[in-house]
């Protein structure tokens, strides 16, 4: 399956095991041309009563590669950081919990761009990068454009103990040193893609 989120919805790319006959709360698409894809998207990104959209395919990566020419695209990074006590780092981003990222610049790696922008957001020292855990998508709109963002998603490590300061201009208030067993709670406050991070880290079990 591949998932791209609408704000707090998301549209589902999936094959045969049909996962939305399972899901009460799903609308279900296919992809049985450009008209169809046009009006998914139109349907899940205009229709907040719509939680989650399911388009059947035969070829996930082939619609996945057709919807994407529909957006403007970005690049991201982030990192899931890991101190030498198991806890990992979380950030209060205008009122919501969330992870360091940020965009790729011009020439940069993304697994570069995953460590400065955790640098520069909490104010750590530079961690050690680790395997990378996922990529998320996801929307919004801007400048008159629908863009569509990709989020690459390291695991991060701290050798040391070290202190954190906040990115205030990137709306960073509070940073936070989270326990796993802790992470539930703080993911009920934070973005779908957020949790999708968790739970591909093996950190959180159920992504509704």
């Known amino acids: 399956m591949k998932t791209i989120f609408f704000n707090s919805r998301a549209l589902i790319l999936c094959g045969e095991d049909r996962p939305g006959d399972e899901d009460p709360g ?10 169809a894809l046009t009006e998914a998207v139109r349907t899940i990104n205009t229709n907040e009563n719509i939680s989650r959209l399911y ?6 990566e082939g619609t996945y590669n057709r919807l994407r020419t529909r957006f403007t695209e970005v690049d991201a990074a982030g990192g899931l950081v890991r101190d030498m006590n198991g806890q990992y780092l979380l950030i209060l981003r205008n009122g919501i919990w969330d992870l360091p990222k940020g965009k790729r610049e011009k020439g940069e790696d993304v697994a570069q761009t995953a460590v400065r922008e955790v640098m520069e957001e909490t104010g750590i020292p530079a961690p050690e990068e680790g395997r990378l855990i996922c990529v998320t998508d996801h929307t919004y709109h801007r400048d008159g454009q629908f863009v569509l963002k990709h989020t690459h998603w390291y695991a991060m490590r ?7 300061k906040p990115q205030t201009e990137e709306g960073i208030t509070q940073t936070a040193w989270v326990s796993a067993a802790e992470l539930p709670g703080y993911a009920e406050q934070t973005f779908p893609s957020i ?3 968790l739970h591909s880290a093996g950190l959180l079990q159920e992504l509704r």
């Open 26 to 35: 799903a609308v279900i698409m296919v992809d049985n041309g450009e008209e």
């Open 158 to 164: 701290l050798t040391q103990p070290c202190s954190t």
């Open 55 to 60: 388009i059947l395919c035969s070829d996930i």
């Open 195 to 197: 949790r999708e991070v």
